[in-house]
């Protein structure tokens, strides 16, 4: 079986992005369309300033036991309106809780989180609605399975900035010792940095073997155009920022074919924020909405401890990798909104 | 004012360690004293395996606002007795939540957590007691305001084990920008390692510039001396482990002169287990109880959200810093429970 480094390894799901781009716009969503009849999921919330919907529902103790979709979207709490396109869909699939005796009452819980993107197309109402959201379902259910998943700057990452550089989507998949596949959607746009100050290096590479920084003199150039896109983008923007200074999020999907309960998916999504911990820093500050979904597609047994800690393990790793991803697979924006260098621009 | 890169750099805190070393124990437990009237505190359980005390009056719901000490242990669930010797000792001072019409009619509310290093030192019987604990704690009313911190083998960590190496208490202090300290104690007890296992660096000195990697016949060398001591300690072991595999557990407080709410104090605990994150990999498992606890001494107003933003990327800069302390600090160590080389020695 052919692998595409993915959480589209994980077989049964499936990536659609959507976005707005051009005349003010720069925001998008993405979606991880589950199996039918749904997949386990979880949540950890773990950053200061959220923005979701759903996420009650997937406390272990409460009543729905799977969910058909996740949603990321730009667009703020705002965004979360693309949700409600992508729960047509589903309902028009007859895919959801059943509430009637007839098999199309359905009520779909699709649990999502919004990143904070506005304005940085230029128009602070340009955000994702109901018919983005169906856009990305519809794009998710065209694809075969397993395919490759689009990244860069393409749906929910399609405005997202990481301390001043050009964030993204990213996506990576890791296959297990046990043969369990972790796989990893993430959407980088936080407030803190995915580059060492001190050499340009990506935090994100640091796990991964000995580190090739950047040359001195190429780091400070880099600084000194990023400092300059920063300057620029304040000045565009009329230098303003809401109270609480620039509001971000970082938002992950990390999924699994291993037979997780609710409650240890939740443990899963807990184990992910290691991922961002190691792939930006500061992260889970009050100005990140920094969400992380777990969903599984309970195909491979979990025998013992050792097997669920190899996949709490992987959870971060893939979550980290699909954060460098993301960073290395964006390309630079230079518009209304403000000037986003590309990592690779500068490095 | 003189910094001694400690916890103890947040005036009004004191540290006290007391262990049992010799016929078969290799264990202790550490105190963290607050000022006399105590500290805002909270606590953020990520491991999976916790063994804890008093920690669910830590809720900011919950009734209890201030706490007197914090006490960090060996011993797993058993050493939490140690409990017992700091809350008698409390009492006899008059200090803890007021019940009773009388002065000393008080419940002094004592969060701590426990780390497992039974068997240790060869006897798995020798835990800390409430005699070790008030050891401790009088141990830490002794000290100076603003004391150095003796730091590796001893109190809590002194029976501590991180990937095969000998672990440690190790601590550091922090001051930011705005003039408030941040200030940890960490207890380096894990499964997993805080060596990256391709270079041999440590995973927390990532985070401090250009990493200086070791030579790679060192880095070789070392990898052989580990696991000829990790052979021989199961030998002495008769290879036994339970049956989730080694359990471990690394404990940190994160303190501050910051003026916390008792729900900010809690963000503060969550964002420090990003210096978990960075400086030990993987960690959060099923097999270890990784708990923070969070203290605020109320010093120093918070005057805005990037204040306490900087407040928590220092709380996980303060843990990720103090761990590497306390794995530079730290002895090799070879008796009947096992060959626990230190990393100073392999490198």
């Given at each position: 079986m052919e692998r595409v480094d993915a959480i589209t390894d994980v077989v049964g799901l499936r990536v659609g992005h959507a976005q707005l781009v051009g005349s003010g716009a720069l925001t998008g969503t993405t979606v991880v369309l589950a199996p039918v009849g749904g997949a386990v999921a979880a949540v950890d919330v773990r950053g200061g300033g959220p923005g979701t919907h759903e996420t009650d529902a997937l406390d272990p103790r409460n009543l729905v036991q799977r969910v058909e979709a996740v949603v990321l979207t730009?667009?703020?709490?705002?965004?979360?309106?693309?949700?409600?396109?992508?729960?047509?869909?589903?309902?028009?699939?007859?895919?959801?809780?059943?509430?009637?005796?007839?098999?199309?009452?359905?009520?779909?819980v699709v649990p999502a989180a919004a990143l904070l993107d506005l304005g940085r197309g230029g128009d602070f109402a340009a955000r994702p609605d109901a018919s983005l959201g169906r856009a990305a379902v519809e794009a998710a259910a065209r694809t075969a399975l397993r395919a490759p998943v689009l990244q860069g700057c393409v749906g929910a990452g399609t405005g997202a900035v990481a301390g001043g550089l050009r964030g993204g989507t990213g996506s990576a998949g890791i296959r297990l010792e046990s043969g369990i596949t972790v796989g990893a959607l993430a959407v980088v746009n936080a407030a803190g940095s995915v580059v060492d100050p001190h050499t340009g290096a990506l935090y994100g590479e640091f796990y991964c073997g000995r580190v090739e920084y950047p040359e001195p003199s190429v780091h400070q150039a880099a600084q000194r155009r990023l400092a300059r896109a920063r300057a620029e983008t304040q000045s565009r923007r009329h230098g303003a920022e809401g109270e609480h200074g620039p509001l971000n999020t970082t938002l992950a999907v990390v999924a699994t074919d291993a037979r997780l309960t609710r409650a240890q998916a939740q443990k899963v999504a807990g184990a992910a924020h290691d991922g961002l911990a190691r792939a930006i820093r500061p992260v889970h500050l009050m100005n990140d909405g920094d969400t992380v979904f777990a969903l599984s597609t309970e195909e491979r047994e979990v025998p013992d401890t050792a097997t669920l800690n190899a996949v709490l393990a992987g959870a971060a790793d893939a979550v980290m990798r699909s954060i460098v991803k993301a960073v290395r697979a964006a390309e630079g924006f230079d518009g209304p909104g403000g000037v986003f260098p590309a990592y690779g621009d500068l490095y």
């Open positions: 730009g667009g703020s709490a705002y965004g979360l309106a693309a949700v409600h396109g992508v729960m047509a869909w589903l309902e028009e699939q007859g895919r959801g809780v059943s509430v009637g005796p007839r098999p199309g009452q359905v009520v779909p």
